[in-house]
């Protein structure tokens, strides 16, 4: 298959603290994202081991599937409002999606 520039969309992964789940899911709706999966998610980082075996420390898994523009504004703001006092990671891929239509 090969790949065709109207198909290539940013992958937003975003590992933080499931307190702040329903903040973000408003802040990802108005940001402009189609859709978003989140899961629960355990690991080791900087600050400690997080496991999802308890609301206060458990760590959910947020992907987003958008475009260039959406991914920016996401990623600035999350940066600017959660970086400082929530454990936070984000990375961004480039995807092919077989579906354009709906990112």
Known sequence: MSLANDR????????TEGAIESAL??????????????????GKGRRGVRNA???ASSNIRIEVVCNDD???????HLQAQYYDNYAM?????EVEVLRPEKF
């Open 8 to 15: 290539i969309r940013k992958l937003l992964t975003i590992v």
């Open 25 to 42: 899911v408003r802040d990802l709706d108005r940001l402009g994202a189609h859709g978003y999966t989140i899961t629960e998610a355990r």
């Open 70 to 76: 959406t991914a920016a504004a996401i990623a600035a």
């Open 53 to 55: 075996g308890w609301d």
């Open 89 to 93: 990671i984000l990375w961004a891929s």
